[in-house]
C-alpha cells in the first residue's frame, strides 16, 4: 500500500514556475514508477510525465516536454514536477500517482496508487 500526497500547487502568472512534490509513504517507494497526470474542468484527466522506478528514463506529453522536468529522491519518499513557462492552459489539478509496472505508463489505468491532487492555476 502506498500513500501519497501532492503539494506545491498555487496561483502564478502566465510564464512562471512552480515545483511540486509528491511524498510518498511505505518503504517500497523506489520500486514504483512515478507519474504525473493532470485534470482540467470539464477534461478528462491527462498524462503529464513519468519516471521509471531507477530514475534513469522519463517520458513526457508532448504538451509540457520543453516545459517540465519529473525528478525522484528515493531517500526521501519524494517524486518532483518541476514546471516552466506556464501557460493559462496549463491551469488544472495536478496527480501524483505510483505504478508497480517495471516500464513507464503513460495511461491513468497503468498506475495503481493516487494522490488527491494539488491545484495549479496559471492566470493571464
Known amino acids: 500500500q502506498v500513500q501519497l500526497v501532492e503539494s506545491g500547487g498555487g496561483l502564478v502568472q502566465a510564464g512562471g514556475s512552480l515545483r511540486l512534490s509528491c511524498s510518498a509513504s511505505?518503504?517500497?517507494?523506489?520500486?514504483?514508477?512515478m507519474g504525473w497526470f493532470r485534470q482540467a474542468p470539464g477534461k478528462e484527466r491527462e498524462f503529464v510525465a513519468t519516471?521509471?522506478?531507477?530514475?534513469?528514463?522519463?517520458y513526457y506529453a508532448d504538451s509540457v516536454k520543453a516545459r517540465c522536468t519529473i525528478s525522484r529522491d528515493n531517500a526521501k519518499n519524494t517524486v518532483y514536477l518541476q514546471m516552466n513557462n506556464l501557460k493559462p492552459d496549463d491551469t488544472a489539478v495536478y496527480y501524483c500517482?505510483?505504478?508497480?509496472?517495471?516500464?513507464?505508463?503513460?495511461?491513468?489505468?497503468?498506475?495503481?496508487?493516487w494522490g488527491q491532487g494539488t491545484q495549479v492555476t496559471v492566470s493571464s
Open positions: 500517482a505510483a505504478s508497480m509496472s517495471s516500464g513507464i505508463p503513460t495511461s491513468s489505468g497503468g498506475y495503481d496508487y
Open positions: 519516471m521509471k522506478w531507477n530514475g534513469r528514463v522519463t
Open positions: 511505505g518503504r517500497t517507494f523506489s520500486s514504483y514508477a
